[in-house]
């Protein structure tokens, strides 16, 4: 089944023809019109070179193929046209249209004729509808025209070349006399002559358009236009003399004329809901015959897309009140292009006379008559510049708008602004960011300008001002504006979107040092940066519930994806789409059982939103056929690459070209959020969207993990470039460094620290001789030894070396480590002290010699020092301090805790920035306070206490 989403209002106009009786013949289907298709030859088969002065057609001479073709689906063609015979595009050309006799079974007949090979495509004829609402009050007040300051536009550019729009409508009084000297020959393309006039005054909606458009100036009669005379109307008639005045049955036939006979502008006030791809075709060829196409974006009220104003290549325009507010009646969303006063529009209706209108319809001439002026000024302006200089200099309408943001085009036109900015071409310059608008957080990109005359600046960030200048370096992620004024032009730029990248550069490996003083061996430190593996592809998926799509409206937000940990930009992006066409029910009938009737596929649409706004389309609806039976759940890829959804082909399962260039996201940013914008374009048989991916691939870095070495993990002035540092082990005790790793397209690594730990000669340990796991003999053998040093293996401290007779030792000495200075001497106690690292003799401050003694009974303060006596490399050290303290010190403790060891210190008042090591075991002991300062450290195997006391409690 298939219903129309909320189509046009029919606009009765009987209220402006007091006593009129006229009827006429009842359309059954205001969507198409009864029994009538467009179908298009392939070129290399239709008749080419025969020029022609009508649309009429010899179905047997001209097109007995066709004929036969409809026969087989069993109908007849009781008439055909060629309703674009006039135009210069060989293609249109080839268009019939055809009346069956049978229209009750036109769709089997449409069927038929898509899968011919010498078809390139058949449709039905869609009906469109005028766009206005009648107003019984005459407006004195042209209060439109005094809104886009028109008079002033006038004064500061008078205009030069005159300007052709086409109206296309369903009738114009070409002999009102406040239009007859703007007009230039037109033709009525739905009777086929050259009349375009109204019948009679029930055909008043074109004549009213005509007027807004170029009524004429400066004449002492009636009302006045924005064209000032150099726009001049040509009349197209599409409506057939016998038909619905509110009705357009020959429009686009009437654009085709209009693009033949050389009009700069075609106005087009009427419309409806669904795609053609005949239409599509025909705006298309008025484009790329340099025309500037302007339509009515509908009265309906909704963000429902309508036709002829959402195809590409045409301006769609909203209506506003004197306010500045959206017209209660006004269609909106984001395919709106600009908007325009539209309500209780004074202008000319047959027969020479005047009314107030209401509507998109109001709004569309005026501004086509807009741009017919600014084009008059500037006749070399291309359609593509006219547009973008209206849109431009649009009054910014947000703040009368709130519910409406974005959905209202660009704003309110302001012709003084269009002609007055281009006048002083401050469109000759657009702001620039440099080098990227992709960074890091507390980078900054260089947003600049290069000024004309003496206009002023105002940069805006998400609508904060922070600067005046004309160059300005932006650290802030967001949409940035550049506002910019110079005498009556003041226009914003189109945002420049700066976006923090936050993928960060995996840390990098880095070794550590542990070394004796003067050690000219291990002098570097080595970063080793991790694999590169963020550039993908990675797939990121949509987690959230079915969404239903159906007559434009959905029963949950669109789906979304989060990219995020993606390095670099963008180097190809693929779009997976899984989904199922359902017949029966509406948005919130997705999980229910398919009625198991037509679906209509044709109805759904696809397109892709970047987290930078791009939209690509991915598919375009009336792409599939309607389908007889639900193809069920399939999945489609759409890629850069590959073979593009056949026409009129039934939904299966693939990778498929998009119907957009998605090569346009090469070197954009990934990461960000991504939308998928589906639709489904009728009531009624939803489309049901389970699931949805974004694969996506980055450019590959060309150059090696860049590494940076700094003193600490503020400093942002780096010390040393490289992967390794090279360091000098001649200042005794730690020293830190830090390190950061970037690749192309990451930011930094979070900055990791390694440490240069660099001991001193002799290292001077301590032991409690009860703790020591060793014979007396063999301490002896230690102390009188010719060298000594130690190694660490699982915690545990082995002592070795050669001995007084030249032989070597070694010994595991405790299962604890050692005591390091200073001792707290709780009570008397007997200890062993090494002095270890040192290539000859030791002197020690109390007399001793040799690499250790014992010290029995120790209770009293003793402040040792120790000397290495050896041939050195670097500045020789001397009097290395070992302490052995009283209880109650005040105790200011730094340094390393080695690993495994067991040690309580006693004192006054502790201050700690120790670094305790694994293993460890430490008490803190004092009556008065225990503060740990930064840099107080233990690792996570260490076991650390504090408490108030002192050695007896």
């Not at 963000?303 to 909203?318: F, G, K, L, R, T």
């Not at 923090?500 to 840390?507: G, V």
């Not at 693939?654 to 939308?675: H, P, Y």
């Not at 250790?852 to 009974?857: A, D, P, R, V, Y």
Request: proline share 6%.
């Amino acid at each position: 089944m298939r219903l129309i989403a909320n189509s046009f209002l029919i606009v009765v106009l009987l209220g402006l023809m007091p006593g009129s009786s006229m009827l006429w013949a009842q359309q059954i289907n205001d969507e198409f019109v009864e029994g009538e298709i467009y179908v298009k030859l392939k070129v290399q088969k239709g008749k080419k070179g025969e020029k022609k002065n009508s649309p009429a057609v010899n179905l047997n001479r001209e097109i007995p193929g066709l004929q036969r073709k409809v026969e087989v689906a069993q109908n007849k063609v009781k008439e055909a046209k060629q309703p674009f015979y006039s135009s210069k595009n060989v293609g249109l050309q080839n268009v019939y249209r055809l009346k069956l006799e049978n229209g009750k079974d036109i769709d089997k007949v449409v069927k038929e004729l898509k899968a011919d090979p010498d078809i390139e495509y058949a449709e039905r004829v869609r009906i469109r509808k005028i766009i206005a609402v009648p107003n019984d009050t005459l407006y004195n007040d042209l209060w439109h025209l005094k809104k886009i300051k028109a008079s002033e536009a006038w004064d500061v550019n008078p205009g030069q070349a005159d300007v052709v729009v086409a109206v296309v409508d369903n009738a114009i009084q070409v002999t009102h006399p406040d239009l007859a000297l703007n007009m230039v020959a037109g033709r009525d393309v739905a009777d086929n002559d050259n009349d375009p006039n109204p019948p009679n005054n029930s055909f008043s909606h074109g004549t009213h358009v005509a007027g807004i458009v170029s009524a004429v100036n400066n004449n002492v009669t009636g009302i006045a236009s924005a064209g000032n005379n150099k726009v001049k109307v040509m009349p197209i008639k599409a409506t057939p003399n016998s038909s619905d005045p509110n009705f357009i049955y020959n429009g686009f036939d009437g654009i085709a004329w209009a693009t033949a006979n050389n009009a700069n502008i075609i106005s087009l006030s009427w419309g409806g809901p669904g795609f053609s791809q005949l239409e599509q075709d025909v705006i298309d060829d008025a484009y790329n015959n340099g025309i500037l196409v302007i339509a009515a974006a509908g009265n309906e009220d909704s963000d429902e897309p309508q036709y002829p104003a959402s195809y590409n290549h045409v301006i769609s325009v909203a209506a506003l009140d004197s306010t500045d507010q959206r017209s209660y009646f006004s269609s909106y969303g984001t395919g709106v292009d600009i908007s325009a006063p539209g309500r209780f529009i004074l202008s000319t209706v047959p027969t020479n006379n005047y009314a107030s209108f209401s509507g998109t319809s109001m709004a569309t001439p005026l501004v086509a008559s807009c741009a017919g002026y600014l084009l008059s000024c500037f006749p070399s302006l291309s359609p593509d510049s006219v547009e973008y200089i209206l849109k431009k200099t649009a009054d910014n309408i947000d703040a009368q708008n709130p519910n409406y943001l974005g959905q209202l085009g660009s704003g309110r036109i302001n012709l003084l602004k269009a002609v007055s900015c281009k006048d002083v071409d401050l469109f000759a310059e657009e702001p620039v960011f440099s080098p990227i608008n992709f960074f890091c957080e507390g980078d900054s990109v260089l947003l600049s300008i290069n000024p004309i005359g003496a206009e002023t600046f105002e940069w805006f960030v998400d609508e904060q001002l922070k600067s005046t200048n004309s160059a300005y370096f932006g650290k802030d992620e967001g949409s940035w504006i550049l506002k910019r004024t110079l005498g009556t032009c003041s226009i914003n730029s189109d945002p420049i979107q700066l976006i923090y990248n936050k993928t960060l550069t995996p840390i990098p490996e880095l070794t550590a040092l542990d070394v004796s003083y003067c050690d000219l061996v291990n002098t570097e430190l080595v970063a080793t940066p991790a694999g590169r593996d963020a550039y993908g592809p990675q797939t990121f998926t949509y987690n959230g519930p079915v969404v239903g799509f159906d007559g434009y409206a959905k029963s949950n937000p669109y789906p979304t994806v989060e990219v995020s940990g993606m390095g670099g930009l963008i180097d190809s992006v693929s779009i997976s789409i899984t989904w199922q066409k359902l017949d029966g029910g509406d948005v919130n009938y997705c999980g229910s059982p398919d009625l198991g009737s037509r679906p209509w596929n044709d109805e759904v649409s696809f397109s892709i939103l970047s987290p930078e706004g791009i939209s690509i389309p991915l598919l375009n609806e009336g792409t599939y056929a309607f389908g007889t039976v639900t193809s069920g759940v399939v999945t489609t890829v759409f890629t850069t690459n590959g073979a593009p959804v056949t026409d009129g082909s039934d939904p299966v399962s693939g990778n498929f070209k998009a119907a957009g260039d998605l090569g346009q996201l090469q070197n954009r940013i990934a990461q960000g959020t991504w939308t998928l914008i589906a639709n489904d374009n009728y009531l009624i048989d939803p489309l049901c969207v389970s699931g949805f991916e974004v694969i996506v691939k980055t450019n590959e870095p060309l150059l090696p993990t860049a590494v940076k070495w700094y003193e600490s993990p503020e400093s942002t002035a780096a010390i040393h470039n490289g992967q390794t540092l090279s360091v000098v082990n001649n200042q005794v005790g730690e020293t830190t460094y830090w390190a950061r790793a970037q690749c192309d397209g990451m930011c930094p690594s979070e900055p990791v620290k390694t440490k240069v730990r660099v001991r001193p000669i002799p290292e001077i340990f301590a032991y409690s001789l009860e703790t020591l796991d060793i014979t007396i003999a063999q301490a002896v053998e230690i102390m009188n030894a010719q060298s000594l040093d130690y190694s660490v293996d699982n915690n545990i401290y082995t002592l070795f070396g050669i001995n007084s007779s030249g032989q070597s030792f070694s010994y595991q000495v405790s299962d604890e480590g050692p005591m390091t200075s200073p001792v707290s001497l709780c009570e008397s106690n007997s200890f062993v002290v090494f002095g270890m690292g040192c290539n000859g003799t030791i002197s020690w401050s109390n007399g001793e010699s040799g690499t250790g003694f014992i010290l029995e009974g120790q209770n009293t303060p003793l402040a040792l020092t120790a000397t290495c006596n050896q041939s050195w490399d670097c500045a020789p050290l001397s009097n290395i301090p070992f302490d052995f303290i009283e209880n109650n010190t005040n105790l200011t403790l730094g340094g390393i805790v080695p690993v495994n060891l067991v040690q309580d210190f006693y004192g006054q008042k502790i201050e700690s920035s120790q670094l305790l090591e694994a293993g460890v075991k430490t008490k803190y002991v004092a009556p008065s306070s225990i503060l740990l300062q930064p840099g107080f450290e233990a690792s996570n195997t260490a076991i650390f206490s504090a408490e108030i006391g002192d050695c007896a409690n």
